[in-house]
């Protein structure tokens, strides 16, 4: 079965700093990877996806299936940063096209000014 | 474009009851995905709902059961409660096989 491994509940950096949140999969097939964060008072929205390479307000991801890692980046993180962000694996379910994402537990990140 | 609602937003309920979670999709998508996140959890996911069928599944007893509509909207239903079912309940909508699902707030619940 497929998992997503957050290993920091909770991450703090400086504003400035740089950031990186971890994420490690487990999955026998080819993995689609994503990034969810969710701020304050909002809801679950998708920030990146690792087929795209692109870079979102600063961050990107990089999939490493060697490591079988999809880090999250930032090189100098802002306070608006702070939020809760959830790694997500996407599985096809059946045949019928039907696609489920796995999450890992999220990692808090808090930016001290 | 209106996104994804949820109702209602928290409720209580006791052991042994039964309770219906409403989810309105965002508009022009056909497939509904439920999600349950316990506190301190990432969001595990319960089934998927297109065209009025459920087209996949979680590890979730039979006791969940859901319903999609012709206008696409959804409803979760969970019978004879348990106090492990006190959790945050999501709602994603989506086009079949899209990458992105677009998630409403949430309606949490508390199983007393």
Redesign the interface.
């Known amino acids: 079965a497929q998992r997503?491994t957050?290993p920091e509940?909770l991450l703090s950096v400086f504003k400035g700093a740089p950031v990186e949140l971890k994420c490690n999969y487990s999955y026998s097939g080819s993995p689609?990877l994503?990034w969810y964060v969710q701020y304050s008072r909002q809801?679950?929205?998708?920030l990146l996806?690792h087929?795209s390479r692109e870079s979102i307000k600063g961050f990107t991801a990089d999939l490493n299936k060697g490591e079988t890692s999809f880090h999250l980046k930032k090189p100098f993180a802002q306070e608006e940063d702070s939020a809760m962000y959830?790694c997500?694996l996407?599985v096809l379910?059946?045949g019928?096209?039907?696609?489920?994402?796995?999450?890992?537990?999220?990692t808090k990140l808090s930016v001290i000014p | 474009e209106t996104g994804?609602t949820q109702s209602p937003t928290h409720l209580i309920k006791t052991r042994g009851q039964q309770v219906t979670l409403r989810c309105s999709s965002q508009s022009g998508h056909n497939t509904v995905?439920w999600?349950q996140q316990a506190l301190?959890?990432?969001?595990?996911?319960i089934f998927?709902y297109?065209r009025e069928e459920e087209?996949?599944?979680?590890n979730f007893p039979p006791r969940f059961s859901g319903l999609q509509f012709p206008n696409y909207s959804s409803e979760l239903n969970v019978n004879a409660l348990e106090l492990d079912d006190s959790a945050l309940y999501?709602c994603a909508s989506s086009h079949?096989?899209e990458?992105?699902?677009?998630?409403?707030?949430?309606t949490r619940l508390l199983v007393l």
Do not use: D, H, M, W
């Open positions: 997503v957050q509940k689609e994503f809801r679950l929205q998708l996806r087929i959830y997500a996407r379910y059946s019928a096209g039907s696609y489920q994402l796995t999450f890992g537990k999220g | 994804v995905s999600y301190g959890q990432g969001p595990q996911f998927q297109y087209n996949g599944r979680g999501l079949l096989a990458e992105t699902q677009y998630f409403g707030p949430g």
